[in-house]
Every structure is written in structure tokens, then in C-alpha cells.
């Protein structure tokens, strides 16, 4: 019979695969996301040490890298709404508490699991709220992917509330049971934590784009919006929508698949704050749906006048997935972009190819 492996151990080894995918890209954008990875392997072979041998360092151990989770998870997802200009050592002050509070256990029993279990809520309510509060307008997020990538944030916030969940379960089981359940309790997180772990970080590395450091700054018309959230009023407001309107129409910024926020402000030269706000007070929608309506229209003129297959047409109004394109067609005509182009060329196929004398893709 071959010896069988323990889950937490077949789940850092999976995880361990992710991590190598994810260094072999040497993307700059991944750095926190690799510590987050590794964080992760870490905390799970640790968990598995701890339920497979006992050891008394582990159990010292353990809870120490418990608290090392949130925070790496933190500022890690943190890095789509906006790039890192925060002070770290706020954030160690809670695991050097575990710290001592592991060390010290055995001399009064202190409240550990209690206090992970806070630990993990407390960052998952601060990673929620950033999510809420974003309304999918992040910074450093392409504007075509901000949906999923509050999604991914969201589904992080739930793994971090989950886990302080079978903290307290653990800790509940202990004091009914004296234990007797908590490997099934740890299995069955251990089985959550792969398939959450792997979709939070495949949307990161799709919703953020290369590096945009030499693009250039339009610094002309900064001087005609308030430098604070608290100077802006409904026309300027309204004339922050009347300029992002003109840059669109007139430099068809929507074009860019790798737009973002960030870009956008830096195009410009309005903080992103202020074009989030704007376009929030003033339309009730967030700043990628209005770049993706500009999309869709230019779509629709690209397979109401041209014989460029759909996905020509999706690639060349600025959006690359096709999930992506496909639900926000319908969100804004009602139809999908295969009905559309029946309804207005009679043409049931979209795979045909462009024919001389058509027009070519962006003439008008």
C-alpha cells in the first residue's frame, strides 16, 4: 500500500507549482503577489507539520505565521487600488503580539485563536470595504477588468473571513470536544484554499497591466480642477465628465486595452479620485463602464460598416476577452454582438473576412 499524503501538504505542493508559474514571469506587478503565494505555502505546511507530528515548535509556530497572512494579503491586493505609499510597521505590530502571546501560552493560556480570528476579520472587513467603496474603479486595474478585479478582492476578503471562522471552530472544538474534530475542520479549509487562492491571483495578473512609467504626463489643464476632494462641486464635476468625454471622442483613449485609472488621470492630469467621483455623482455608473460604452459603440459602427470578424471588432474597439466584450454589448444594446450584426448587415456569419474596398479598421 503506498503511504498516503495529508491534504495540507498536497495543497502547498499545488501551490508551490502556482508560485513557479507566477515567479517565471518576472512581472513587477507580481512581486507582492508572489510573497502572498508563498505566504500561503508556508502557512499550510505549517498547519500540516502541526496536525501531522505535534511538535512543540510548530505549535509555537503556527499561529505566529497565521498572523503573517493578512496583511501580506493586504497589500497585496491593496496594490490594484493604488501604488504603495504606506507605512509597513503598523501591520507587524499584530503578529509580534501573536508572537508573544504563542511564546507565553503555556504560563497563562492566552486568547490566541480569539485574537487570529479578529486578526483575519478586521483585514477582510478593510479589504471588503476597499472593494465596495472602489465601485470597480482601481487604479492600477485595466478599466475593462474592473469588475472581476473587485470580485477577486471580494473573494479574498472571504477567505480571510473564512479562515478566522475555523479559527473559532478550532478553538470551539477544543474546548467541547477536546480536539476531536479539528483535522476534519483544518481538511476541509485546506480544500477552499487552492481553487480561492489560484482565481484571486490569475485576475490580478489579467486585470493589471505592463508598467506605464514612460507614459507621457499632460500636466496643461491640471490647474483648472481642484487639488481636493472637498473643492469639487457639481460643475466641476460636470467638467471633468465633459473633458474625459473629449478625450475619448477626440483622442479615442478607449482604444487602449491596457487602460486604467491611473492611466487616465495621467492622460489628463486629474487625480483619480476626482474622475471617480465625478462620473460616479453624475451618472451612477463607475469609470469602466463608461470606457467600455465607448467600446461597444465603436464596435457596433465596426460591425455595422465593416465585414471585420467580431472578434476583429472586439480587438480593435479596446477590449480583449470575449466574456468581457460579450456582456457588456449586451449590458449597453440589449443584443449580443452576433444579433446585432444580423439585425443590421443580414449577415448571419461572423467569421467572414474583410473584403476589398472596405473600410479598414479606426477609419471613420
Known amino acids: ?72 494579503a493586504w497589500f497585496c491586493f491593496s496594490e490594484l487600488r493604488a501604488p504603495y505609499r504606506r507605512r509597513y510597521w503598523p501591520h507587524l505590530l499584530v503578529p509580534v503580539t501573536i508572537l508573544i502571546l504563542s511564546a507565553s501560552w503555556q504560563n497563562w493560556h492566552s486568547p490566541i485563536d480569539l ?21 470597480g474603479n482601481f ?57 480561492l487562492v489560484s482565481y484571486a491571483i490569475a485576475v490580478m495578473g489579467r486585470s493589471v497591466p505592463e508598467s506605464d512609467a514612460s507614459l507621457p504626463e499632460e500636466t496643461s489643464v491640471a490647474a483648472e480642477f481642484p487639488t481636493t476632494a472637498h473643492a469639487a462641486t457639481e460643475n466641476h464635476h460636470r467638467h471633468i465628465v465633459e473633458t474625459i468625454e473629449a478625450a475619448m471622442r477626440d483622442k479615442e483613449l478607449f482604444r487602449d486595452p491596457d487602460l486604467t485609472l491611473r492611466r487616465l488621470s495621467r492622460r489628463l492630469a486629474i487625480p483619480s479620485r476626482q474622475i471617480s467621483a465625478a462620473i460616479n455623482r453624475t451618472s451612477s455608473r463607475n469609470v ?32 480583449q476577452t470575449k466574456s468581457n466584450f460579450n456582456r457588456e454589448f449586451l449590458r449597453v444594446t440589449g443584443t449580443t454582438p452576433r444579433e446585432y450584426r444580423r439585425g443590421n448587415t443580414g449577415d448571419a456569419s461572423d467569421a467572414v473576412t474583410a473584403q476589398p474596398g472596405s473600410p479598414s479598421p479606426g477609419t471613420r
Not at 50 to 72: C, G, N, S
Not at 293 to 312: G, H, K
Request: glycine share 4%.
Open 1 to 72: 500500500m503506498m503511504p498516503s499524503i495529508p491534504l495540507p501538504f498536497v495543497v502547498a505542493l499545488l501551490l508551490a507549482v502556482l508560485f513557479v508559474r507566477i515567479v517565471a514571469q518576472r512581472d513587477r506587478f507580481f512581486r507582492p503577489t508572489t510573497v502572498f503565494v508563498a505566504a500561503c505555502i508556508l502557512l499550510v505546511v505549517t498547519v500540516g507539520l502541526r496536525w501531522t507530528t505535534d511538535l512543540r515548535w510548530i505549535r509555537f509556530l503556527q499561529p505566529v505565521v497565521a498572523a503573517l497572512l493578512p496583511p501580506i
Open 115 to 135: 485574537v487570529l480570528a479578529l486578526l483575519y476579520f478586521g483585514y477582510a472587513a478593510s479589504l471588503a470595504h476597499k472593494a465596495f467603496v472602489s465601485h
Open 139 to 195: 487604479d492600477n486595474a485595466r478599466l475593462a477588468d474592473g469588475g472581476e478585479a473587485r470580485r477577486a478582492v471580494l473573494v479574498v476578503a472571504g477567505l480571510l473571513s473564512a479562515s478566522g471562522m475555523i479559527d473559532l471552530l478550532i478553538a470551539a472544538d477544543f474546548d467541547l470536544y477536546r480536539g476531536s474534530h479539528a483535522a476534519s475542520i483544518v481538511a476541509a479549509a485546506n480544500m477552499l484554499t487552492l481553487p
Open 288 to 319: 469602466s463602464q463608461v470606457v467600455n460604452e465607448y467600446r461597444v459603440r465603436e464596435a457596433m459602427r465596426l460591425l455595422q460598416e465593416t465585414n471585420l470578424p467580431i472578434t476583429a471588432a472586439m480587438l480593435e474597439s479596446g477590449f
